[in-house]
């Protein structure tokens, strides 16, 4: 756990639903400020493995674990009649996409559904999973109410998304600053001195639409612009010129550039999600956000253009059909075992269907499932699997990709990260192509 300063806070009993990469270290944070933490989430597995003090999140240690479990700070359940006597719920269920692409808010709603008997006067609601504007007041408010407690005298409503950045060290979570906002006034004031007790900056904001626009905002800023990136790439490969060069120098300039870089593709739960919950309800007023559309189009054309890209550089003029290719790294970013939204499931599903014979290595993940729903096991990374290739694809740089191996073994190396031309020994045999190298 990292080394916080607890502080002295009035041990008020917070309540966590959804143990997930957001609620789990939200509530290891909690904890380490000196608050009473009571995880919900009804997956029984997970709730065993951290009654064990086993972590399934890469960012939290077994040692945080029992830390915590030992500090008699925390406890989880898969009840939520343990919610009882908890001063704060705070509620971090998924939000995906319906198959039609439309918000699927049915986490949130059962757990709402499930909370409102259970609601006492005086406690403080909060949601922070990602949703579209309106959702705090149009959607969960209403469901709470059939609490009958009286929203702003008895019970307090408020919106704070979430900025955790999984798989970042760089960040202490506590230093990342906090939007808050609250249903009404009071809620408001709530949530502000709850979360001072926690963050170092707490932004407060008028509405608990413009908390939830604005993280809607900061992800389709990303999605938009890695978007454009890879449309860059493309041109640039086409061009000649190497994008990574041209970003790396565009980088110099002190103001007014912020450096997107190539990949293959959008990934997670968040970034290719959340622009399309502002797109759906851009929509129900009758407006269409024509750059989430193109980015989702441009988004959705990366894997047959990069199996397009490994069939033309293909040693000997392979084709794909047949073609042995070995793919390091399935997770939609490194160091982390979140494959949701991944992109190089796309990418794989793409090169299986034009006949490559696949396997993938990812020291985080055992299984995939794949577009069609069949599943794929993972193998080892052996010096035969890598002879044997006719690519080795990099689709996720994990910080503990064997690079030196990698390079030593393979034949072809096609490289969507840039990950090889830095880091590789000077006097690698095999080929390598990046993505973007200008090389077309
Ligand atoms: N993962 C991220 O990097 C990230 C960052 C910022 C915001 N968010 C947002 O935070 C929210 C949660 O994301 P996550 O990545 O932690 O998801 P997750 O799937 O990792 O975790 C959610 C947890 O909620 C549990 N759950 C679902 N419904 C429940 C219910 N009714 N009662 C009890 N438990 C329930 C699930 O079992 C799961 O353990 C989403 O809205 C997401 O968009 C995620």
């Not at 029984?44 to 700070?73: F, V």
């Not at 898969?78 to 908890?86: F, K, N, Q, V």
């Not at 840039?418 to 045999?429: E, G, I, K, R, W």
Request: hydrophobic share 40%.
């Amino acid at each position: 756990m990292e080394d916080d300063h607890t502080i002295q806070a009035p041990l008020k009993k917070v309540a966590i639903i959804g143990l997930g990469f957001v609620g789990l270290p939200l509530s290891m944070m909690f904890v380490r400020k000196g608050f009473q933490v009571i995880g919900i989430d009804y997956d029984t597995i997970k709730i065993t493995a951290l009654q064990d003090g086993k972590s399934y999140i890469q960012d939290l240690s077994d040692a945080d674990l029992t830390e915590a479990l030992q500090s008699g700070r925390w406890q989880v359940s898969a009840d939520y009649a343990s919610l009882a006597g908890a001063d704060t719920v705070i509620i971090c269920v998924p939000t995906p996409l319906s198959p039609d692409n439309s918000p699927d808010l049915s986490f949130l709603t059962d757990t709402c559904t499930m909370l409102a008997p259970l609601l006492r006067s005086g406690q403080l609601v909060v949601i922070e999973s990602s949703t579209y504007p309106g959702t705090t007041r149009e959607v969960v408010q209403p469901l709470l109410e059939k609490s009958g407690l009286v929203v702003g005298q008895e019970l307090y409503i408020g919106y704070s998304p979430e900025r955790i950045d999984p798989g970042n060290k760089s960040m202490a979570f506590s230093d990342i600053p906090k939007i808050i906002s609250g249903i009404t006034p009071a809620c408001a004031q709530q949530l502000l001195e709850l979360y001072s007790l926690v963050f170092e900056q707490v932004v407060s904001v008028s509405t608990t639409e413009a908390a939830e626009t604005a993280k809607l905002l900061e992800n389709s800023y990303r999605f938009i612009n890695i978007s454009f990136i890879n449309e860059f790439a493309q041109l640039c490969d086409r061009l000649n010129i190497n994008v990574w060069e041209v970003i790396a120098a565009a980088s110099t300039k002190p103001y007014g550039f912020n450096a997107f870089y190539p990949g293959p593709g959008i990934g997670g739960h968040c970034i290719p999600v959340d622009p399309l919950y502002l797109q759906w309800k851009a929509a129900q007023t009758g407006i269409n956000s024509r750059f989430i559309e193109l980015s989702q189009q441009v988004n959705e054309g990366i894997p047959s253009y990069l199996a397009d890209r490994i069939e033309q550089e293909l040693l000997d003029g392979k084709k794909l059909t047949g073609a042995h290719i070995l793919v390091y790294g399935v997770t939609y970013k490194p160091n982390i075992a979140d494959v949701r939204e991944s992109a190089a499931i796309p990418l794989i599903s793409r090169l299986l269907h034009r006949g490559a014979v696949l396997h993938y290595h990812d020291p985080f993940v055992s299984q995939i499932k794949l577009e069609d729903g069949t599943r794929l096991q993972g193998v080892e990374l052996t010096q035969e699997r890598l002879e044997q290739a006719d690519c080795v694809l990099i689709c996720t740089n994990h910080d503990v990709m064997p690079v030196d191996r990698i390079a030593s073994h393979s034949r072809f190396i096609f490289d969507t990260r840039h990950s090889f031309s830095l880091n590789a020994p000077a006097d690698m045999q095999a080929k390598l192509v990046t993505f973007g190298d200008g090389t077309q």
